[in-house]
């Protein structure tokens, strides 16, 4: 079993309860462990600190968790989320637990689950593709600040799917069709699935459920209307886009690391508790509340 000895915290910067927590773990796990600290503002300065470190620890919520899994996908840095936030669909331990049950997953105890993550380039013809930026939960092709609808045509290898008029077309891997996906209205995917889906924003299709697509394909969407546009990743990393311009997304076989307690299935029954879903018949229901 893997034993995680230098270990980075990711804590969100704003909540001083995540940051007591994390020196509350260093303190009482300092044995046998070395540690750094650092807020989702300052993670970029710790370049050195993350090229020997075997654990990354997250508190906060789930935007605390993408800053820490950019950081780490790229060195395959398996990534454990303590969840401060409302929901926590990445997160494995709740803040109230932490420092006792931190120990079982420090042991290497835990399983390891990959979550696959979606590459975009941007480009305006042959041969000007951007680097790629890659994304956990969602690449989003949107308006900008000025209440205008945009076109975006979309092109599914090689095939026009449709040009959709609105506020921008999502797409969004397993792990993010627990997001913004899910608020649009779409499925919520098998968390370890390759595949990704597509779905657009506020539009006369709106209603659509969107395209799972397998994980081979490529989409090419392009922004057709003057108005300023923006390209989102992951809800942090925003680029302005252009008339005529291309957002490419992939699924190249990047991946981020999150270790686990819970057997893969109990995902669907995680899921059905942080969303409130009803359980039992109507009548069973009622009967409850008499």
Known sequence: MPRYEKIGIVHHGLLADAGELANDLTLKY???HSWWLATQDTLDECEDDL?????????????????GVHAAAALDIPVLGVNMGRVGFMSDIEA?????EVSWYLDGNARVE???????????????DSEPVLALNDITVARGAVLRVIEVSTVIDGVHLATYRGDGVVVSTATGSTGYNLALGGPVMDPQSRDFLVKPIATHM???????LQESSKI?????????ATLSVDGFVDEPLAVGETVTVTQA????????RKPPADFWGDLSRRLGLR??????????HR
């Open 206 to 212: 709106s209603q659509f459920g969107g395209v799972i």
């Open 279 to 288: 359980k039992g018949s109507l009548k069973t229901s009622r009967s409850r």
């Open 96 to 100: 109230k637990d932490a420092l006792d």
């Open 253 to 260: 076989g990047n991946f981020a690391s999150f270790l686990r």
């Open 30 to 32: 300092a044995d046998g």
């Open 51 to 67: 090229k020997t470190t075997d654990l990354i620890i997250t508190i906060g919520g789930d935007g605390t968790i993408l800053r």
């Open 220 to 228: 090419e969407l392009t922004v057709l209307t003057e108005h300023e």
């Open 114 to 128: 990959r979550r696959y993550m979606l590459s975009a380039t941007i480009g305006a013809g042959a041969g000007s």
